[in-house]
């Protein structure tokens, strides 16, 4: 399994060369950008320019980008709407789709070949509407990110619209063939269990958001720091017919210094070998 840091840990900080630099040493063989306007401009010609001509030079690789989940550099808090492409309301999901392909701009200079996609959020039902409202964002979405060399890869989240089975039903029903999936190993943990979630989603998997929680709330937790049996979810994973990417994703509010971070990166790898 290719060994991806997302810098989902460096959430707080502007993302720079010297952060690229930590995860290439504690063992990580590529990255996802998690794409925050505070953390990592994606607007910004000279940040995207400033990563690009490091990441032109060193091997570690730019695997994968999140998608904003907020467009400003708030996450929200001073009020602006998140980035929700299940929207009732049309002109906001036209807003979100927009957002969506500013960052995938990005792959012109910054040649990652995923982006993982949020459908909604967490509030959201399940419904014939928002099947459709999916479908039609996954197809324009993925029109634009194809000629780029972009992948979309949906993620299950804690909502309806984003288990396990209803990811399946928005790829069958639209017959997204080219749509894959990123399975969070947190959230499958909080809702229908990771086993499960491994088997419902089978090769379908690209890639996998690795932290740990105790299955009460969204902790980003280093794994085994929570109550995830990683031995089955290990063994699970590496039955599926190819190896997805296994991608760290810790949160940003750990009090630790950064020999205890790359010792954690580099402990957490050590799981899929």
């Known amino acids: 399994m290719l060994r991806v840091l997302s810098t989902h840990l460096f959430l707080k900080q502007r993302l720079h060369p010297g952060l690229l630099e930590l995860a290439a040493r504690s063992g990580a063989e590529a990255v996802e950008i998690f794409a925050a306007r505070q953390h990592f401009d994606y607007t910004s010609r000279e940040h995207r320019t400033e990563l690009a001509n490091w990441f032109s030079s060193n091997p570690l690789q730019p695997f994968s980008m999140h998608a904003p989940l907020f467009p400003d550099r708030e996450m929200g808090r001073a ?83 984003t288990t396990p089975s209803h990811l399946m039903t928005i790829l069958e029903m639209g017959h997204l063939d080219q749509v894959g999936v990123c399975l969070d190993l947190g959230h ?60 760290l994703e810790i949160t940003q509010d750990l009090p630790e210094t950064t020999a205890q971070i790359t010792a954690h990166i580099s402990e957490s790898f050590s799981l899929f070998n």
């Open 188 to 247: 499958a943990h909080l809702t229908v269990g990771v086993p499960e979630a491994i088997a419902a989603l089978g090769p379908h998997i690209a890639s996998v958001h690795v932290h740990d929680n105790h299955a009460a709330k969204d902790e980003h937790l280093w794994p085994g720091e929570g109550s995830i049996d990683w031995s089955v979810a290990v063994r699970a994973l590496q039955a599926l017919p190819a190896a997805p990417a296994a991608v």
């Open 79 to 161: 009020g602006a709407p998140a980035v929700n492409l299940l929207h009732p309301d049309k002109a906001r999901r036209i807003d979100a789709m927009d957002e969506v392909k500013r960052a995938l701009e990005c792959a012109e200079q910054i040649h990652f070949r995923n982006l993982i996609l949020h459908l909604g959020e967490r509030d959201d039902g399940w419904s014939l509407r928002s099947i459709e409202h999916a479908i039609a964002a996954l197809e324009h979405l993925g029109a634009f990110a194809h000629p780029l060399g972009v992948r979309l890869l949906v993620e299950n989240l804690i909502s309806e619209p």
